[in-house]
Protein backbone atom coordinates (compact mmCIF):
# COMPACT_ATOMS: atom_id res chain seq x y z
CA UNK A 1 0.00 0.00 0.00
CA UNK A 2 1.45 3.12 -1.00
CA UNK A 3 0.05 6.51 0.47
CA UNK A 4 1.38 9.84 -0.92
CA UNK A 5 0.31 12.89 0.41
CA UNK A 6 0.67 16.63 -1.55
CA UNK A 7 0.37 19.98 -1.09
CA UNK A 8 0.16 22.60 -3.47
CA UNK A 9 0.87 20.17 -6.75
CA UNK A 10 4.09 18.44 -5.29
CA UNK A 11 4.49 15.20 -3.53
CA UNK A 12 5.86 15.85 0.26
CA UNK A 13 5.49 12.85 1.71
CA UNK A 14 5.44 8.84 0.22
CA UNK A 15 4.95 5.79 2.63
CA UNK A 16 4.60 2.73 1.65
CA UNK A 17 4.00 -0.36 3.57
CA UNK A 18 4.49 -4.13 2.61
CA UNK A 19 3.33 -6.93 4.39
CA UNK A 20 4.21 -10.56 4.10
CA UNK A 21 2.06 -12.64 1.26
CA UNK A 22 -1.21 -14.69 2.54
CA UNK A 23 0.08 -17.11 -0.05
CA UNK A 24 3.31 -17.79 2.42
CA UNK A 25 1.49 -19.42 5.21
CA UNK A 26 0.77 -22.23 2.58
CA UNK A 27 1.36 -24.86 5.83
CA UNK A 28 -1.10 -23.38 8.32
CA UNK A 29 -3.68 -23.22 5.25
CA UNK A 30 -2.69 -26.84 4.24
CA UNK A 31 -3.09 -28.09 7.35
CA UNK A 32 -6.56 -26.69 7.64
CA UNK A 33 -7.58 -28.68 4.84
CA UNK A 34 -5.64 -31.86 5.86
CA UNK A 35 -7.69 -31.34 9.58
CA UNK A 36 -11.26 -31.39 7.19
CA UNK A 37 -10.50 -33.98 5.04
CA UNK A 38 -9.69 -36.71 7.80
CA UNK A 39 -13.06 -35.58 9.70
CA UNK A 40 -14.49 -36.45 6.27
CA UNK A 41 -13.16 -39.34 6.12
CA UNK A 42 -13.81 -40.64 9.42
CA UNK A 43 -17.60 -39.17 9.02
CA UNK A 44 -17.94 -41.74 5.80
CA UNK A 45 -15.80 -44.40 8.13
CA UNK A 46 -18.17 -44.06 11.25
CA UNK A 47 -21.39 -42.47 9.60
CA UNK A 48 -23.93 -42.57 12.34
CA UNK A 49 -22.25 -42.02 15.53
CA UNK A 50 -23.12 -39.69 17.82
CA UNK A 51 -19.91 -38.04 18.60
CA UNK A 52 -19.53 -37.24 14.93
CA UNK A 53 -21.17 -33.74 15.58
CA UNK A 54 -18.73 -32.54 18.02
CA UNK A 55 -15.76 -33.99 16.25
CA UNK A 56 -16.92 -31.42 13.51
CA UNK A 57 -17.51 -28.37 15.97
CA UNK A 58 -13.78 -29.40 17.12
CA UNK A 59 -12.18 -29.13 13.65
CA UNK A 60 -14.22 -26.16 13.05
CA UNK A 61 -12.76 -24.36 16.10
CA UNK A 62 -9.16 -25.45 14.79
CA UNK A 63 -9.54 -24.21 11.78
CA UNK A 64 -10.86 -20.98 12.81
CA UNK A 65 -8.38 -20.30 15.43
CA UNK A 66 -5.57 -21.14 13.12
CA UNK A 67 -6.71 -18.97 10.31
CA UNK A 68 -6.75 -16.21 13.58
CA UNK A 69 -2.92 -16.97 13.76
CA UNK A 70 -2.12 -16.46 10.24
CA UNK A 71 -4.15 -13.22 9.74
CA UNK A 72 -3.09 -12.05 13.21
CA UNK A 73 0.51 -12.86 12.61
CA UNK A 74 0.34 -10.61 8.94
CA UNK A 75 -1.17 -7.82 10.04
CA UNK A 76 1.47 -7.50 13.27
CA UNK A 77 4.36 -7.56 10.65
CA UNK A 78 5.01 -4.48 8.43
CA UNK A 79 8.20 -2.95 6.11
CA UNK A 80 7.69 0.58 5.60
CA UNK A 81 9.47 2.86 3.47
CA UNK A 82 9.30 6.34 4.41
CA UNK A 83 10.59 9.34 1.96
CA UNK A 84 10.01 13.19 3.08
CA UNK A 85 12.56 14.92 0.89
CA UNK A 86 12.07 18.01 3.13
CA UNK A 87 12.25 16.14 6.31
CA UNK A 88 15.71 14.08 7.42
CA UNK A 89 13.75 12.76 10.30
CA UNK A 90 10.93 10.53 7.37
CA UNK A 91 13.48 9.15 4.87
CA UNK A 92 13.77 5.90 6.56
CA UNK A 93 12.78 1.94 6.20
CA UNK A 94 11.27 0.65 9.29
CA UNK A 95 10.54 -2.92 10.61
CA UNK A 96 7.80 -3.01 12.99
CA UNK A 97 6.34 -6.07 14.36
CA UNK A 98 3.66 -6.38 17.23
CA UNK A 99 3.62 -9.56 19.94
CA UNK A 100 -0.52 -10.03 19.97
CA UNK A 101 -0.11 -12.16 22.87
CA UNK A 102 1.76 -10.76 25.21
CA UNK A 103 -0.27 -7.11 25.25
CA UNK A 104 1.34 -5.86 28.29
CA UNK A 105 4.63 -6.58 28.04
CA UNK A 106 7.88 -4.75 27.13
CA UNK A 107 8.40 -6.72 23.90
CA UNK A 108 4.58 -6.03 22.15
CA UNK A 109 6.19 -3.66 19.67
CA UNK A 110 9.20 -3.61 18.25
CA UNK A 111 10.64 -1.28 15.55
CA UNK A 112 13.83 -0.90 13.66
CA UNK A 113 14.31 2.28 11.85
CA UNK A 114 17.51 2.66 9.32
CA UNK A 115 17.75 6.16 7.89
CA UNK A 116 17.92 6.14 4.32
CA UNK A 117 20.81 7.27 3.93
CA UNK A 118 22.69 4.93 6.18
CA UNK A 119 21.84 1.67 4.49
CA UNK A 120 24.67 -0.35 3.21
CA UNK A 121 23.19 -3.37 1.41
CA UNK A 122 19.72 -4.89 0.76
CA UNK A 123 19.36 -8.79 -0.13
CA UNK A 124 17.00 -10.84 -1.14
CA UNK A 125 17.02 -14.17 -0.26
CA UNK A 126 14.84 -16.65 -1.04
CA UNK A 127 14.45 -20.52 -0.15
CA UNK A 128 13.31 -22.98 -3.23
CA UNK A 129 9.50 -22.68 -1.83
CA UNK A 130 9.78 -18.81 -1.85
CA UNK A 131 10.65 -19.17 -5.03
CA UNK A 132 7.54 -20.82 -6.69
CA UNK A 133 5.67 -18.55 -4.14
CA UNK A 134 7.45 -15.17 -5.23
CA UNK A 135 8.03 -14.12 -2.39
CA UNK A 136 11.59 -13.82 -0.22
CA UNK A 137 12.94 -12.02 2.76
CA UNK A 138 14.56 -8.73 2.72
CA UNK A 139 17.48 -8.76 4.64
CA UNK A 140 18.90 -4.54 5.44
CA UNK A 141 22.41 -3.88 6.75
CA UNK A 142 23.00 -0.29 7.66
CA UNK A 143 26.27 1.60 8.77
CA UNK A 144 27.65 0.77 12.17
CA UNK A 145 26.23 -2.56 12.38
CA UNK A 146 28.48 -5.74 11.62
CA UNK A 147 25.24 -8.30 10.56
CA UNK A 148 21.97 -8.20 9.41
CA UNK A 149 19.55 -5.22 10.91
CA UNK A 150 16.20 -5.96 9.14
CA UNK A 151 15.00 -9.05 7.90
CA UNK A 152 11.22 -8.70 6.81
CA UNK A 153 9.88 -12.29 6.03
CA UNK A 154 7.60 -13.13 2.87
CA UNK A 155 7.57 -10.27 1.07
CA UNK A 156 6.23 -10.17 -2.28
CA UNK A 157 7.94 -9.79 -5.34
CA UNK A 158 10.89 -9.24 -3.12
CA UNK A 159 13.33 -8.28 -6.09
CA UNK A 160 11.27 -5.09 -6.81
CA UNK A 161 10.75 -4.00 -3.28
CA UNK A 162 14.69 -4.37 -3.06
CA UNK A 163 15.06 -2.28 -6.14
CA UNK A 164 12.44 0.32 -4.55
CA UNK A 165 14.26 0.61 -1.96
CA UNK A 166 17.77 1.03 -3.39
CA UNK A 167 16.37 3.99 -5.69
CA UNK A 168 15.35 5.83 -2.87
CA UNK A 169 17.94 5.05 -1.16
CA UNK A 170 20.52 6.38 -3.51
CA UNK A 171 18.87 9.82 -3.71
CA UNK A 172 20.54 10.77 -0.07
CA UNK A 173 23.67 8.80 -0.49
CA UNK A 174 24.37 11.00 -3.56
CA UNK A 175 23.50 14.13 -2.41
Known sequence: MCI?????GRIVNMETVYKPAWKSYYK?????LLLL????????LKNGASWLKWMW???CVVDVLVFIYVALRRATM??????????PANQEVAFVTCNPLKPWSSDF?????????????IEVGQNLMQTMLGVGDIIITSSGTS???????????PSTV???IQEHARKYTMA
Open 4 to 8: LIEQG
Open 147 to 157: GEEIRATNIPS
Open 37 to 44: AVCGAVHY
Open 78 to 87: SLILRDNPDS
Open 28 to 32: EFLLM
Open 57 to 59: IAA
Open 109 to 121: RRSIEIGLSNIMH
Open 162 to 164: RDT
